[in-house]
Structures are given as C-alpha cells and as structure tokens.
C-alpha cells in the first residue's frame, strides 16, 4: 500500500524518491491503472488498484466474497469490483465478519452475476462500506432494489401491477428527461397509460392520484383523480328505480331516481361522491344511514338534485340539497306530516304509527262536519289501545263575531284595545297548499278572542302580511313570527 507523501517529505534532494510515491499512489486510484483479475482464495482477495474484475475460485459456478483484504488500499479509498465472467457468479456477503468485511446498504448479499453489474465500495476503516451499485440491463432487479414498480415505456403504451402505496414513476422513452409519476392505492389496481403526443388514457381505482406527462407539452403534467372504477369524469349512470334499500350504481355518479317509493337507506361503497337527481315526490327518512341537513326527514319534488358522500359502506352524508324551484332548503325541525283522510263518511278515523319521543301534535280541520247534533271528541292512545275515560276538557263558541274573505280575521274590536295572542297557520294539504288557521288571545283584562278558519294557495306558501281590513294605522305593539 502507498500512501501521498507529505509536503516536509519532497525537496529538492529527494525529488525522486516522493514522485514515485505519488505515482504509485496515483495508480491505486478508480481508472488509473489497468482493471485486474482478482480470484477468490477461501472467500477472500487483496486489491491493489482502485478497480478489479472477481472471478470465483477453481472456475466454482458459484463463490462467496466474504473479505476485501485492505492491505493495499489506504483508508477512505473507493473500490469497483465486477464479474469477470458472466456465467460465474460471485456473490459479495453482508457484513460476513472478521477484517474486511463488506457492508450493504440493504443488509443482503449482492450477486455479481453479469459481467454489466458492479459493486461501488469506499474503505472505512478495517472494512468496506458500500456507496454504489449498477444493475447493467438486468432493470427489474434494479427496480426491486428501489422499491419501484414500474417498468419502462416503449414509447406508446404500458400497464403497471402495483401494491398498495407504492410510488410507480413511469418513463416515456420519446421524452427521457421527464418521468411520469402515480401513486396505487389498491393492490390489484392496473395504471394504463397511453402516450401518443396528445392523449393520455389512464384507468385507475377509487382514490388514486394519477400523475400524467404528455409528450406534446414537456412542462406541463396532467392530474386525475378517480372517484370510481367505472369513471374519472362526471358520468351520468342508469336510472335508479326507488326503493328502499335505494342501489346506487357503479356506472357513474349522476342518477336519476324513479318512481316514488320512499327509502332510509341506500346501498353503496365506502368513500363515493354521487349526484342524485329525483324525477318524483317521495319521502327521504333521516337516520343513521342517511344523514340530511337538518336532521329531518324530506319530501323531494321532480327536479330536486342531492350531493351525497357515502362516509362507510350503506352510510351516506347529504351535502347539499338544490331544489327544483329554486328554494332553499328549511330544516322542518323534525315535524312529519301524516297522510290525510276525507271524511266524508265513517265513525272513527286513527292516525297510527306516532314515534315515541313526540312533543307537538297538531290536528288539523278542514270543513269538517257531523250529520247531527253531536259534538267532535279527539282521545288518545298508547300500546294498549285507544283510551275512553279519563279526561278534562270543555269547548266554547261564540256568535256575532266578525268575517272575513279577505284574510285570517282577528276581532281587534275598537281603538282602545290592547290585542295580545297568537295565530297558529298549520299546512293540511301539501298537495293542494291548503293551510288551517286558529289563533286565541285577549283584547284587556276580561275579553278573550278566538278564531280559526282555512285557505287554499296556488302554490307553496313563502310569505305572511300583517295589516288590518279598513284605513286604520297601528299605534302600538309590535308583531314577530316563527316558522319550523
């Protein structure tokens, strides 16, 4: 082994001897001298230069390469080592044990096997460590050593199988100065790019981050992201007939909703945004599966569109919901409206099915009339039946009060008095928008006032006047509402 001499060692009397010293130093170094053969003697070689070919000891098929002696190579120097024959295969062991053992980078044994492949090593101290290897052609070795998956591109098309997480860089051999990257999520997931100057065709799992590079715009990459298996755009799929649970479909994410049977659960994937768009009236139940703004269930009309995002599988969020009129969307509160019944005929009519946990019953009357002189009895029940006996109640009219058709009347009865109260206006009828109107209050001290009446719209209730039936003005007081 010769070392560089130092500056004190060369002077003008001794010029000679300290240029050798360099020189031979100088030939120690990577391509400074010619490559030499160094066979393998009981797992070991010495080195002398900075790059050798190995072959396996007696012509062996195959050999292990424990030890790199250091004796000829000063500490921090770097060492090439290849196959010197490529049917012979040296395999250079991980840290092997005893003095110039070598250390891998991936703790694995590396096969020198093709006379392409070599092994970059720098001596640190008793040892060697590596700091380098090529791989030749043999590229999927050389993938696998990176931990990447992908294959290189012929110029137009490749498909790539990925594990989950797996960075996959793809490159197109018409542009080799920039790769192209994307991300699996998926273990059976295939990449399909196509690269033919303008078009890039990539089909990809739910999730995935598809990086693409078209060879016609060098600087500019292309991102998709999929929402389905079935589609990277906005794809309208076939219409969903209703029904309970509600299918949705995997042939896109825009639906059309038939028919009217009403649903509390819809049976989708885990992780999919999709457009519902309802064609009719039917009822949507809030729950545990089904989550609605408002916490209430909704009746939609034709035309009514909901942005949904299944959270779990069968568990869906409703993120927003674009009615068909153009109105907003106003949280009923949790108030359900049953089915109304005629009663143009019978004895008893029962509402049946009331949830537990009901606060608030409003029984609507709309023209409703006895064929005799008989009085109308509202009873209650529980689970064992409608109860008969029990109650406190009494009911009163009064005649010669004012009427109106202009209006809700109220009988504010002259300039004096001080009208306080309330006006209930309850819907009866959302088929034909008819509203059911009872109000009580006081005018002073000892006059009460009551009332009710009812009234038929054209259309969806959406304002309520104050005013009064002649030229008065208001003097005093003030008015508010609330709506649920």
């Not at 010293?21 to 010619?34: D, E, F, K, M, P």
């Not at 040296?90 to 006379?115: C, E, I, R, T, Y």
């Not at 009719?280 to 009746?299: E, F, K, R, W």
């Not at 009208?419 to 001290?445: E, P, Q, Y």
Request: hydrophobic share 40%; charged share 15%.
């Amino acid at each position: 082994m010769t070392n560089f001499p130092s500056t004190s060692e060369v002077s003008n009397a001794n010029a000679s001897s300290p240029f050798e010293s360099i020189l031979a130093a100088t030939r120690q170094l990577v391509g400074a001298n010619v490559t030499s053969e160094l066979t393998i003697s009981s797992g070991s070689v010495t080195p002398g230069t900075g790059m050798h070919i190995v072959d396996t000891e007696s012509d062996a098929a195959t050999d292990d390469l424990a030890n790199i002696l250091t004796t000829n190579l000063p500490d921090g120097s770097l060492l090439i080592l290849s196959a010197a024959d490529t049917a012979r295969t040296v395999v250079v062991k991980h840290n092997a044990g005893g003095g110039g053992q070598v250390s891998m980078v991936d703790a694995v044994d590396f096969p020198l096997d093709d006379s392409e492949k070599a092994l970059v090593l720098r001596r640190s101290g008793a040892g060697w460590t590596e700091v380098g290897r090529f791989y030749g052609g043999d590229t999927a070795a050389f993938r696998t050593f990176l931990g990447v998956s992908a294959p290189f591109f012929d110029g137009t098309e490749a498909q790539v199988a990925a594990a989950t997480g797996d960075l996959v860089a793809i490159k197109d051999v018409s542009d080799s100065d920039n790769p192209k990257f994307a991300t699996v999520q998926s273990i059976t997931d295939l990449v399909t790019v196509l690269f033919d100057g303008a078009e890039a065709t990539v089909t990809a799992a739910t999730g995935d981050l598809v990086a693409v590079k078209d060879v016609s715009d060098s600087n500019n990459p292309k991102f998709a992201t999929a929402q389905s298996v079935a589609a990277l755009d906005n794809v309208k799929g076939t219409d969903i007939a209703s029904a309970s649970p509600l299918i949705i479909g995997t042939d896109g994410n825009y639906f059309d909703v038939t028919g009217t049977t009403e649903f509390s659960i819809m049976t989708v994937a885990a992780n999919r945004l999709f457009i519902l768009h309802f064609d009719g009236a039917l009822t949507v139940t809030h729950g545990a599966s089904i989550s609605i703004p408002g916490a209430a269930n909704i009746t939609t009309a034709a035309g009514d569109e909901w942005l949904c995002f299944s959270t779990a599988a069968d568990t869906v969020r409703v993120l927003n919901i674009t009615k068909a009129d153009g109105m907003a969307v106003v949280s009923s509160g949790g108030i359900t409206l049953g089915t109304e019944q005629a009663t143009t005929s019978g004895t008893a009519f029962d509402f049946t099915g009331i949830p537990a946990g009901t606060k608030r019953i409003t029984i609507t009357f709309e023209g409703v009339s006895l064929s005799g002189t008989d009085d109308i009895l509202v009873q209650l029940g529980d689970a064992g039946g409608i109860e008969t006996s029990g109650y406190v109640s009494t009911s009163w009219e009064t005649s010669s009060n004012p009427s109106s058709t202009s209006g809700f009347i109220w009988n504010a009865s002259a300039a004096t008095t001080i009208n306080s109260g309330h006006m209930v206006l309850t819907l009866s009828n959302s088929a034909n928008f008819t509203w059911i109107s009872s109000h009580t209050g006081k005018l002073d001290t000892t006059t009460g006032v009551m009332g009710g009446g009812n009234k038929s719209l054209s259309a969806e209730l959406t304002q309520v006047r104050i005013t009064r039936t002649g030229s008065d003005t208001f003097d005093a007081g003030a008015v508010n509402i609330l709506y649920e």
